[in-house]
C-alpha cells in the first residue's frame, strides 16, 4: 500500500507525482524505485548519499534479486526474501513474479506460505495490511479511516482459523490475505494500492502459539459464539460505511463459520469465499477438462468428494449444477456423487454428520446389498468397489488417504480414473502423482492442490495439473471490480469454470496437460475476468457504463509492473 496516496497521483501514463522525497520516499515500498531513480530524480528528491552511486534498471534489480533469491536454500528462506522485497519495492516484487511466475507462484502462495503462517512471528518486520484485534474493536472505525487506504476497492479478510490443511496459525494467519492479495496483482493486473489484506485477531486455541513468547498476535483464546459474530458485524459494518463498492474475499475461516459468513453476507455487500466458491469453480474446470479426455460425459460419471467441509460442499454444488445444465434433475445429479466426512460415507443417520451436510447425505436404499469391509461405518473403498467410482477429489487434509489398494480398484473398472488430491500443503496430500502413476500403470489423470514437478513414467514425462485457486480468484475479482458488479453470483463462479476449462490444452489433445501453463496465468486470469464480468452485466449486477465496452475496460484498468518517471510536487 502507499503510505500516502494522496501525495501519489499519475498525471499521465508516463509520469507520477508525489510530494514525497528523501528517505520518506525509499520508505514507500509503492513509490520507491531504489538504483533505478535517475541522476535527474537523485537531484529533485534529495537522494544522493541514500541510495548507492550506481544508476540501474528494473532488469538489472531483478537480476540482482533473482541472484539473491537464488541463493538461499529453504522455500521458506525464499518467501521470507520475497517478503522483504514486497515491503521495500512493490515495483520490483511483481515484476520479479511476472518474470518467474511458475518458480516464484509457489513462493510467494503455497505451498511455501504455509510455512510463512506458522513462522509469521518470525519474520514480521514491516506493516502490511491491518491487524483487526478483539480488544481494538472500538478502534476499528479510526483504522479503516486512515487516508492511505482511500484508494481500497478490495479486501482479503481471514481469522486464521483454518490456514491451508495447517489448522489455527492465529495472527500468523495474516500470510494466506497478504499472499492472495499479491497475486490479485500479479496475475490480475489489479493496482496493489487497491488491496488490502486484513487479519480479524479473535485469539487462537493453538496452545504452541498461545504459549509462544514471540508470538505477535492476541494471546487469548478464540473468541465464539455471540461475542464472535458481533465483531464479524461491527467489521462489516465498517467496512461498508468506508467502502460502499467494497468487494471483499473471505479466505481460511474454519468449517461452519465459511458457509455462515458467506451466506449471511452474500447478498448484503460484494464477496465471495474463495475457499468454497474459488476452489469450486477451479476444481470443477479442471474435472471437465479431465473428463473431456475420458471421453465419458460428466453426466455418466460417478465421483466420490472425500471431505465434505466448506470447501467439499461448494465443489459438490458446482458440480451439481453442471450436471443440470447437462440435463440431468437435481435428484438425477446428486445420486452421481459421494460425499464422505471423517467417519465414512454421508448417509442417513451416520455419525457426525453437521446440518449443512445433510443434503449431500445418500439414503440408506441406496447403498443396500453392498458388499462392506466393516460393519459399521461406508469406507472410501466401499464406494469405490460397489459405486464404481471414476472420479475422485480429496480435500480431507489426510495425508496418504488415497491408498493404493482404493486407487488400484478404481483403476480396475476406469480405464481414465480421475484422481485429484487437492488438500494443502504437500504434507496434507491424499497422495503424490508418483504412486498414483505407478498404482494405475500411468493410466490416471492427476491434478494436485500444491505444485508437483512431472513424473517419469514408461519413458516419458507426464506433468501434474496443479488445480489451484490462483487460475480463478485473481481474474474472477478483477472481472467484479471493472465490471463494478454489486454482488458475486453463482453464474459468475460458473462463468470463471467455465471459461478456464475452455482454456484446457486436453481439449485439443487427449494426452496433454488438463491446465493452462502457470506462466500463462496473467492471460488466464484476463479471459476469466472477461467472463466473469460479461456473467455480471447478463444477470444485470454489473455497473458497467453504456458507452465502454468490458475488453477496452480491462485493457485500461491492468497495472504493470514498470517505472515511470517521478516529478516532485512542492
Not at 449471511?264 to 471437465?288: E, K, M, P, W
Not at 478456464?500 to 494426452?511: E, F, N
Request: charged share 20%.
Amino acid at each position: 500500500m502507499s503510505a500516502e496516496p494522496s501525495a501519489s497521483q499519475p498525471i499521465h501514463p508516463a509520469a507520477v507525482r508525489t510530494r514525497l522525497s528523501g528517505y520518506e520516499l525509499l520508505l514507500n515500498p509503492r513509490l520507491n524505485k531504489g538504483t533505478a531513480f535517475t541522476e535527474e530524480e537523485r537531484d529533485a528528491f534529495a537522494l544522493h548519499g541514500l541510495l548507492p552511486p550506481h544508476v540501474g534498471t528494473l532488469e538489472d534489480q531483478r537480476e540482482r534479486r533473482k541472484r539473491v533469491l537464488d541463493s538461499r536454500p529453504t522455500a521458506f528462506g525464499k518467501y521470507s526474501n520475497m517478503r522483504d522485497l514486497q515491503d521495500n519495492n512493490e515495483t520490483l516484487f511483481y515484476s520479479l513474479i511476472a518474470h518467474n511466475v511458475e518458480e516464484l507462484l509457489p513462493i510467494v502462495y503455497t505451498p511455501a506460505v504455509g510455512e510463512g503462517c506458522q513462522r509469521f512471528s518470525e519474520i514480521w518486520r514491516r506493516p502490511r495490511g491491518l491487524f483487526i484485534s478483539y480488544p481494538n474493536q472500538h478502534r476499528m472505525q479510526q483504522m479503516l479511516a486512515d487516508p492511505r487506504y482511500d484508494d481500497v476497492r478490495c479486501i482479503v479478510v481471514s481469522d486464521g482459523e483454518r490456514i491451508l490443511g495447517l489448522g489455527d496459525q492465529g495472527a500468523g494467519g495474516i500470510g494466506i490475505p497478504i499472499g492472495k492479495m499479491a497475486l490479485y496483482t500479479a496475475l490480475g493486473g489489479i493496482p496493489p494500492e487497491h488491496c488490502l489484506p486484513i487479519l480479524l485477531d479473535v485469539g487462537t486455541d493453538n496452545q504452541a502459539l498461545f504459549n509462544d513468547p514471540i508470538y505477535i498476535g492476541w494471546q487469548h483464546h478464540r473468541i465464539r459464539g455471540q461475542q464472535y459474530d458481533d465483531f464479524v458485524e461491527a467489521f462489516v459494518s465498517a467496512v461498508e460505511r468506508r467502502w460502499p463498492h467494497i468487494l471483499l474475499q473471505w479466505e481460511d475461516f474454519a468449517g461452519s463459520n465459511a458457509s455462515r459468513l458467506l451466506d449471511r453476507y452474500r447478498h448484503r455487500l460484494c464477496s465471495f469465499n474463495d475457499d468454497i466458491q474459488g476452489t469450486a469453480a477451479v476444481t470443477t474446470a479442471t474435472l471437465l477438462a479431465a473428463i473431456h479426455a475420458t471421453g465419458i460425459p460428466l453426466q455418466e460419471q460417478t465421483i466420490a468428494m472425500f471431505g465434505s467441509g466448506a470447501a467439499g460442499i461448494g465443489i459438490v454444488n458446482l458440480l451439481i449444477a453442471a450436471m443440470k445444465e447437462e440435463g440431468l434433475s437435481d435428484e438425477q445429479a446428486r445420486c452421481r456423487i459421494y460425499a464422505f466426512n471423517r467417519y465414512g460415507l454421508l448417509v442417513e443417520g451416520c455419525k457426525g454428520m453437521r446440518p449443512d451436510q445433510l443434503p449431500l447425505a445418500r439414503k440408506r436404499t441406496d447403498v443396500a446389498g453392498w458388499k462392506l469391509a466393516g460393519a459399521d461405518d461406508i469406507s472410501l473403498l466401499d464406494v469405490v468397489r460397489n459405486a464404481r467410482v471414476t472420479a475422485l477429489v480429496g480435500v480431507s487434509a489426510q495425508a496418504g488417504a488415497f491408498t493404493q489398494e482404493i486407487v488400484r480398484a478404481m483403476a480396475s473398472h476406469s480405464p481414465r480414473p480421475i484422481i485429484f488430491p487437492l488438500s494443502n500443503p504437500t504434507s496434507k496430500s491424499e497422495a503424490v502423482p508418483a504412486d498414483l502413476l505407478q498404482w494405475t500403470e500411468g493410466r490416471a489423470l492427476i491434478g494436485t492442490g500444491s505444485p508437483y514437478a512431472p513424473v517419469e513414467f514408461d519413458g516419458r514425462m507426464v506433468h501434474i495439473a496443479q488445480v489451484n485457486n490462483s487460475y480463478i480468484f485473481p481474474g474472477l475479482a478483477l472481472g467484479i471490480l471493472v465490471s463494478r458488479a454489486r454482488r458475486v453470483t453463482d453464474g459468475m463462479i460458473m462463468a470463471a469454470a467455465k471459461a478456464l476449462a475452455a482454456l484446457s490444452p486436453a481439449r485439443q489433445d487427449k494426452c496433454a496437460a488438463l491446465l493452462p501453463p502457470i506462466a500463462d496465468s496473467r492471460k488466464v486470469s484476463l479471459v476469466v475476468a472477461e467472463a466473469v464480468g460479461q456473467q455480471a452485466i447478463a444477470e444485470a449486477v454489473a455497473e458497467l457504463p453504456g458507452e465502454t465496452t468490458l475488453s477496452a475496460q480491462l485493457r485500461d484498468y491492468v497495472w504493470e509492473p514498470v517505472y515511470h518517471p517521478y516529478e516532485r510536487v512542492r
